[in-house]
């Protein structure tokens, strides 16, 4: 925070778009040396490739709100929590104002994503499409976002306010989930 950085951008993979955003999402950078400033192009070819992990997390790899969430598979004669009934339906396929869809990620690879009504959903719809996920209590956890980190948990007070009361705001929104 309090820095400015001139960059220039050399190439942007994929490149379709020409464009970079980097608002609430990670980002993969390689940064040069600075113009002006020569480097042996020998020295730098003689060095090892460098080794790189084989799992998709350390790679940096991400996943597109759009892209098909991942299901973990539940273990069976686990009997179905009760919260996952009283879901409110999501709304229709056609509606576009007011939506917010989000993404919810959890421990163990648990992940869901559902569409909400931010005038109209409250934080207990949203808290109980979690618990569904995590087959938990409501309380039993926090949601977190990561820029600008926000922590949202289910109390007495906020509870039956809209989502959008509570400062979620119709787009996109990804939380991950913080056991309490």
Known sequence: RGFKFDLTVKSVTPSLYNAVSCINTDIEVDIASPEGEEKDEEESRSKPPPVIPQSSFALGKGRLLSDEPLIAEEPKNQPQHEMSMDLKPEPPADQKEG?????????????GRRRFDVNVATMDDLFAFVASIMSDKRDSFQLVTRFPRTVRALTDDNR???????GIQPGQEQFFVETT
Request: proline residues 0%; glycine residues 16%.
């Open 160 to 166: 039956r306010k809209s989502m959008k009361e509570s």
């Open 99 to 111: 939506i917010c869809t989000v993404q919810i990620r959890c421990g163990g690879g648990k992940t």
